[in-house]
């Protein structure tokens, strides 16, 4: 499958800093065919948690929406699962 399969479960860093806090916890992703696009990530849940306050409200509850996808896609311990899953 070509694309970025890494980006479903946030989105990157570069993005990320325009809408949320500082302090913002972000992961390193290999990239799907070498090591050289290697990205860090922002997980959608901590997007969500990270939002600065002026942030347009229909943006912040299409990432709440993804955020609650993604806590129940991957369970109770959603954030172990996850980095698991995007460091495979």
């Not at 916890?25 to 939002?51: C, F, M, Q, R």
Request: hydrophobic share 35%.
């Amino acid at each position: 499958m070509k694309g970025t399969p890494r980006y479903i479960n946030g989105i990157s860093l570069t993005l990320a800093k325009g809408y949320v806090n500082e302090g913002c916890p972000a992961y390193l992703v290999s990239g799907e065919y070498n090591k050289s696009t290697s990205k860090y990530i922002v997980l959608w849940v901590d997007v969500n948690k990270h939002l600065r306050n002026e942030i347009n409200p229909a943006l912040k509850n299409a990432i709440k929406a993804l955020a609650n996808f993604q806590k129940k896609l991957f369970g109770k311990n959603y954030r172990k699962n996850i980095e698991r899953y995007i460091n495979e």
